[in-house]
Structures are given as structure tokens and as C-alpha cells.
């Protein structure tokens, strides 16, 4: 990136229908750095304008109506046109926001069965034989940060216990007859 480039100038990831609580990690970071989260975060109104407003309500009024005219704008940008078509009649980021994580997050339950799918694919994973020890430990930290996305704790220690069984499991191959 050019250090002329000013980072709203980034295009933010886009959704389509996959992978959502990694792009809303991603998008949440996008908004935050572009100064924009607390619009999506609050479902707050612009006031109306005094008679006689001074130099600083002006300037305040103009900013919340224009964060939240980029926040919306940066949201519908960042799907994609068939998510789009479903929320375009949305009033605000927040209530954008809220759809996306309705629609595609899941609840509780289904967060919970993911973590429970992800958990037994961590657990059944084993290394082959044509796998490198670093591509065998990414595909286990891979898994592990998308229990992690789901908003559940996974241990480091769990993931080294398991990187260790493994190299031991390989040694000791190597060394019995």
C-alpha cells in the first residue's frame, strides 16, 4: 500500500454466504479502522438542527449524518447483490447489521454444533504422510481460530498437546521395529 493512499481507500471484504463470522471479524475491523463501528454498534438518530446553531453543532451534526451515510454505504458495498436485494430496504447500519447476524451467524444452538463438529474434526485429524509438520500445524490452528470465531475458548495447550502425540506418535514409528 502507498503511504499517500488514505486507508479508506481499501475496499472492505466482501460476503457471499460463506464463512460469515470470518468476514464480520474482518469487516468489524475495516469499520473500526475507518472510524465508522459505533455507527453500525448504536442505533442512534441525528438530531434536528436548531434555529441558530453554532459553528460546533454544525460540524457535529454534519459528521454523525455523514459516518452514518459511510458506515451504510461500507456495508452495502461489503455483500454481496443477492444478500443485498434482502436488506437494501433496511433504515440503518444497525439494523443491517443485525439481519446479517441473524440470518447467517445462527444461534446459540448452531453455534454450538459447529463447535462440536469443529472439535471432533481437531480430534480425528491426523497427519499424513506426505504433509509437512508446518502444514499439519496450520491446518490444527485453523481449526482451532474457527472455534474461536464461534465465540467459544480453545486452548493453546490442547493444540500443543496434540502437535506432540503427534511428533511422538512419528518418532516412535520410526524407531520400533
Same mark, same amino acid.
Given at each position: 500500500?502507498?503511504?499517500?493512499?488514505?486507508?479508506?481507500?481499501?475496499?472492505?471484504?466482501?460476503?457471499?454466504?460463506?464463512? *460469515? /463470522?470470518? !468476514?464480520?471479524?474482518? %469487516? /468489524?475491523?475495516?469499520?473500526?479502522?475507518?472510524?465508522? !463501528?459505533?455507527?453500525?454498534?448504536?442505533?442512534?438518530?441525528?438530531?434536528?438542527?436548531?434555529?441558530?446553531?453554532?459553528?460546533?453543532?454544525?460540524?457535529?451534526?454534519?459528521?454523525?449524518?455523514?459516518?452514518?451515510? /459511510?458506515?451504510?454505504?461500507?456495508?452495502?458495498?461489503?455483500?454481496?447483490?443477492?444478500?443485498?436485494?434482502?436488506? %437494501?430496504?433496511?433504515?440503518?447500519?444497525?439494523?443491517? !447489521?443485525?439481519?446479517?447476524?441473524?440470518?447467517?451467524?445462527?444461534?446459540?444452538? =448452531?453455534?454450538?454444533?459447529?463447535?462440536?463438529?469443529?472439535?471432533?474434526?481437531?480430534? %480425528?485429524?491426523? %497427519?499424513?504422510?506426505?504433509?509437512?509438520?508446518?502444514? *499439519?500445524?496450520?491446518?490444527?490452528?485453523?481449526?482451532?481460530?474457527?472455534?474461536?470465531?464461534?465465540?467459544?475458548?480453545?486452548?493453546?495447550?490442547?493444540? =500443543?498437546?496434540?502437535?506432540?502425540?503427534?511428533?511422538? /506418535?512419528?518418532?516412535?514409528?520410526?524407531?520400533?521395529?
Amino acid at each position: 500500500m502507498d503511504s499517500k493512499t488514505p486507508f479508506t481507500a481499501l475496499v472492505p471484504p466482501v460476503f457471499k454466504c460463506k464463512n *460469515y /463470522k470470518l !468476514w464480520a471479524t474482518r %469487516m /468489524k475491523a475495516h469499520l473500526e479502522a475507518n472510524d465508522i !463501528w459505533e455507527v453500525v454498534e448504536e442505533d442512534y438518530e441525528v438530531p434536528s438542527l436548531t434555529d441558530n446553531p453554532t459553528m460546533a453543532q454544525l460540524k457535529s451534526h454534519t459528521l454523525k449524518k455523514s459516518r452514518k451515510s /459511510k458506515a451504510k454505504a461500507t456495508l452495502f458495498v461489503a455483500i454481496s447483490e443477492e444478500i443485498f436485494t434482502r436488506i %437494501m430496504h433496511q433504515n440503518s447500519t444497525f439494523e443491517v !447489521w443485525n439481519f446479517l447476524i441473524t440470518e447467517y451467524e445462527g444461534d446459540d444452538k =448452531v453455534k454450538g454444533m459447529q463447535v462440536l463438529n469443529l472439535i471432533r474434526v481437531f480430534d %480425528m485429524h491426523r %497427519m499424513k504422510e506426505s504433509e509437512t509438520i508446518n502444514k *499439519y500445524i496450520d491446518k490444527l490452528l485453523s481449526i482451532a481460530n474457527q472455534i474461536r470465531l464461534l465465540g467459544f475458548e480453545f486452548s493453546d495447550s490442547r493444540i =500443543v498437546q496434540k502437535i506432540l502425540v503427534t511428533l511422538l /506418535k512419528d518418532l516412535m514409528l520410526l524407531y520400533l521395529p
